[in-house]
């Protein structure tokens, strides 16, 4: 090799040399990010851009939670009383559709599809340990845009001390929330019953404990036939009134082959149907509140007549 080419080699080399050290000072410098945006270069995601994100997630999750909790709150007017039916004008014709002992995975998942067909919402008002054997169909009530209610662990009857009816009502508030999400205030007592401890315990703890001013009489230890289900819930229909029905506690067969009829004869009689939010809500805003009484009976208190409520 010539002098001449052995020395044009040594400047090749020199500045391959001088130029990859260059980079590697550039990259120095400005840091691999930088360096590799400069070039083009995709590099992994950075731990603060993953957490970034992880963040993003539980704030979407966290707003999605917000807003099915602020659907089931209630007026504070209402929070820390009892509660049978809305007082409404006589032309505000909305009606509430409620079902206790649920979920159940026959019966709620039926009642479900009814009411999406219709396009209607009610309120579920869910046992702690049905919740806990079949969290799926909860999630899904919670999913449809139904609202959910506490109406305790066991569903006893029976009179509590303050401890176990904080424990009935607690753990299945728990449950609810671990569940799907919810943080209820509402709170149905187990056959209606208000003087065995829970009633005092819920309103203590603010909730709106939920009565009704109509059912089917599904739960009775002589439910009737399809056709008398319908024909008690309609003719006891009014405005703001609360009807009582289950998807949970027995075979509820009957009440899924009514409830299409029932909602067909209430739209018939010119009736919308809410939630109980919805329904409180409508009555904290009318000005002039209907004053009549409710015309519910005292049989709430006897077992025999009301054993699944």
């Known amino acids: 090799m010539s002098s001449q080419k052995l020395s044009a080699s040594l400047k090749l080399i020199v500045i391959t040399l001088a130029t990859g050290a260059s980079t590697l000072g550039m990259s120095l410098l400005l840091g691999t990010t930088k360096f590799d945006h400069l070039w083009g270069i ?51 014709k909305v009606i509430a559709l409620t079902f206790d002992d649920g979920p159940s995975p026959k019966n709620t998942a039926q009642i479900l599809e009814i009411l999406q067909k219709n396009n209607i919402k009610a309120t579920f008002f869910m046992i702690g340990q049905m919740v806990k054997y079949f969290p799926q169909v909860a999630k899904q009530v919670a ?47 187990p056959g209606g019953f208000l003087n065995n401890g829970l009633a005092e315990y819920a309103k203590n703890q603010k ?76 009555e904290a805003q009318e000005k002039n509140l209907v004053t009549a009484a409710s015309p519910v009976v005292a049989n709430h208190e006897y077992p025999n007549n009301q054993l699944n409520h």
């Open 143 to 189: 999913a449809d845009g139904e609202v959910i209610g506490n109406h305790t662990w066991h569903h006893w009857y029976r009179h509590m001390d303050a401890p176990t009816a904080a424990n009935e009502i607690n753990r299945t508030a728990d449950i609810i929330y671990q569940t799907t999400g919810v943080k209820t205030i509402l709170f149905r007592p």
């Open 207 to 282: 909730y709106a404990v939920m009565m009704w001013s109509e059912e089917s009489g599904d739960a009775q230890r002589r439910s009737p036939q399809v056709p008398g289900m319908v024909k008690n819930v309609l003719k006891s229909a009014k405005p703001g009134a609360i009807v009582l029905m289950h998807d949970g506690g027995g075979n509820r067969s009957r009440t899924v082959q009514a409830l299409p009829q029932i909602i067909d004869g209430l739209k018939a009689q010119g009736y919308r149907f809410v939630t109980i939010p919805e329904l409180l809500e409508i």
């Open 42 to 92: 995709q590099q992994p995601k950075s731990e603060s851009t993953k957490a970034s994100q992880h963040k993003a997630m539980i704030a979407s999750a966290q707003a999605a939670s917000l807003a099915i909790n602020q659907m089931n709150q209630v007026p504070k007017k209402f929070q820390g009383t009892v509660i049978y039916e809305a007082k409404l004008k006589a032309n505000e």
